[in-house]
């Protein structure tokens, strides 16, 4: 089944064509399911130079290959083999999945969405969720929020309803779980704050944090998946989230502090800041902490793994500090 096939990303090796072929394709084959990508690549490359694309070890050896590459942050070389696949008609919707996702880590997000939008009418209903699950969160890296929502919305219904029976889809459910609360996040980010009318401030800030709540919900029932990737993810985005918060309103007490004459309201604005940040900079730090746990507990080193511990090292330990008035 596609939607099986594809979980390569997720930690799943799966050996698309796998089987009794030769011994070097084996060889590669298990040094792959052993996580020896770099190993495998060389292997691979061994069978390549004796294959033909019209024989048995051409078409797996090419596409192992090419996971493996993307596994090894290789994407440029990851996209290659998927073309080659492409042109040559062999594991079609497999290798167009993987581009879309390697051309998606290269950053092309456009070309990534037509590869999946190319994708989903060849696809059968149920592998039709994933491809989905893609196209929702492209546009929400691309900035566009209502056609990503109409895309989310339903596919983490139906994936919802499906997971207790396809533990696999998990995956995706918290994939696109994950780009929701990023959805709501974006958007409580753009409420601005001013201080020309400071009662303004209370409300607005009020509308965020409504948003930052339900942008939570959805980033913790990421993490309750237990998907490492996405449980990272999640909370690297709630920690970040918090932290870009913290940061606003330190800027405004700032700003406050330093006016030479402050009206009554100004002043209870600038005291009720100086209880509002660090609370919400401690948000922000255990945030980033339970990324981190991730990588503590699973050894997953990607992205989001990484760059919350370089946050955690570099956190703005100020935020944490009641202010006096």
């Keep these: 089944m596609f939607g099986s096939r ?8 799966f050996l698309l064509g796998a089987g009794p072929v030769g011994q070097p394709l084996d060889e590669a084959n298990a040094l792959k399911q052993a996580d020896a990508c770099a190993e495998a690549v060389l292997r ?9 694309p019209g024989d048995g070890a051409w078409g797996p050896a090419l596409y192992n290959r090419s996971v493996c590459l993307e596994l090894l942050d290789r994407f440029d070389e990851a996209v290659l083999g998927y073309d080659l696949l492409l042109r040559a008609e062999v594991f ?6 993987r581009r879309g996702l390697a051309m998606a880590s290269l950053g092309d997000l456009k070309a990534a969405r037509r590869d999946f939008v190319a994708l989903r009418s060849q696809v059968e209903a149920g592998d039709r969720l994933a491809v989905d699950v893609q196209i929702g969160a492209l546009d929400a890296r691309l900035g566009r929020a209502r ?3 109409a895309r989310l919305g339903p596919a983490i219904e139906a994936l919802r309803e499906r997971v207790a029976d396809q533990p696999t889809e998990g995956w995706y459910l918290a994939q696109a779980l ?10 409580a980010a753009k409420i601005p704050l001013r201080l020309n009318v400071p009662p303004r401030v209370g409300r607005r800030l009020g509308r965020r944090a409504e948003r930052l709540e339900i942008a939570q919900a959805f980033w913790a029932e ?9 449980a990272a993810a999640s909370m690297l985005h709630l ?6 918060l913290a940061r606003e309103l330190d800027s405004l007490r700032t700003e406050l502090l330093a006016l030479p004459r402050r009206s009554e309201a100004r002043q209870v604005l600038s005291l009720w800041l100086a209880t509002q940040v660090p609370n919400i900079g401690r948000k922000a730090r255990d945030g980033l902490r339970l990324c981190e746990l991730v990588y503590t507990e699973t050894a997953l080193d990607d992205p989001s793994t990484r760059s919350c511990r370089q946050q955690l090292e570099a956190f703005p330990e100020e935020l944490l500090q009641a202010a006096g008035p």
């Design 6 to 13: 594809v979980l390569a990303i997720a930690g799943t090796l």
């Design 222 to 230: 990421a993490a309750a998946r237990h998907e490492a990737t996405w």
């Design 44 to 52: 691979y490359d061994e069978v390549l130079a004796e294959a033909a």
């Design 178 to 187: 994950v780009a929701m609360g990023d959805l709501h996040g974006g958007a």
């Design 92 to 97: 079609e919707a497999d290798a167009r999945f």
């Design 147 to 149: 056609a990503a929502a």
């Design 239 to 244: 920690g970040m989230a918090y932290l870009a």
